[in-house]
């Protein structure tokens, strides 16, 4: 079997799981996010990511942004609905991700700068 | 052949999931190729191309959403696998992400908080219906988990779709324009902020500027998923009571 449609089947096996895991506890949580746990858990028992689950999951990542369209174009059924609020849906839209992108690395930034600063000023402490 | 029977076939194949599947990814061929000829400019996103040249299509063919996504079902299946996909960048950046426990925690807790708080009390300032703020709140967590949320909190899942792909696409394209203006050049600070902001679409945008910011923005795109998936439901109760109050 190529290592891509191995990798395709084990995805999909941890996609069920999630979504068995997630029904039977009753959790919040989609299926597919809890599939991502359990194969984050997985690969870090393993301690190796094996190629073929790494060929399927790098073909997916690269093209994620194609997975989105059927969804986007969804926006034709709500004309009606976006043309009577388009502004403040418009405005919050903008706005909040531009100032959630900011505040989110510049914090990302200045705190790794200070984590990084005490490892190297104290690199005993680390161990 | 005549005319009679081009309108035949034509009202035959836009009937079958053939059609819908095609045009979904000839339209974002086209995309990527544009995106690619303007050398990954972020505003050239190929989902924004590619929804917008769908749309035109669907409206000149006259065919319904619901019968396009009998055929674009095939390719919305995959975020599933994909998202279960983005722990094999996470298991391998292990060792050097859970180092910065302390900028992964404070960077998801200020940013969703953020996203969240603003684009609702925005829009609500504005006078958006109660429907829609409901929508409008998981705007930043992938497509699938934020049409979960909108229906447990009243809100409208496929708007709510519409309103993630819009944030993703705002975000992956203003993101290097915000990163410069603020002065962050820390490419894991950068993909952290793209992946937790604009969910898969930031992700994607980050993988194709650089594997390290990539690997961030998967991070904080799982993160954020969970988190959001896990409070948002109780948070929304708590604004619905505080606002019955005054």
Known sequence: MSPFLAGVTWLLLFQCAGEVVSRVLGLPVPGPVVGMLLLFIALRVRDRVPDSIGAAADALARHMSLLFVPAGVGVMMYFGRLAGEWLPIAVALVVSTVVALAVAAITFAALARRAERAEVV?????? | MSGD?????WVYLAATPLAGLTITLVAYTVGFAIYMHAKLHPLANPVLIAVIAIVISLRVGDVAYGTYFAGAQFVHFLLGPAVVGLAVPLA???PTVSRLS??????LAAGSAVALGLAVGIAWALGASPGTLASLAPKSVTAPIAMGIAERIGGVAALAAVFTV???IIGAGLGKLVFDKVGVRDMRARGFALGLAAHGIGTARAFQVSAEAGTYAGLAFGLHGVLAAVLLPYIWRL???LAGKF
Do not use: M
Request: charged share 20%; net charge negative.
């Open chain 2, 239 to 241: 604004t619905q009571l």
């Open chain 2, 102 to 107: 302390v900028p992964v925690a404070g960077a």
């Open chain 1, 122 to 127: 104290a690199p005993e402490t680390e161990q």
């Open chain 2, 5 to 9: 029977k081009f309108f035949e076939l």
């Open chain 2, 92 to 94: 391998r950046a292990w």
């Open chain 2, 166 to 168: 819009a944030t993703g």
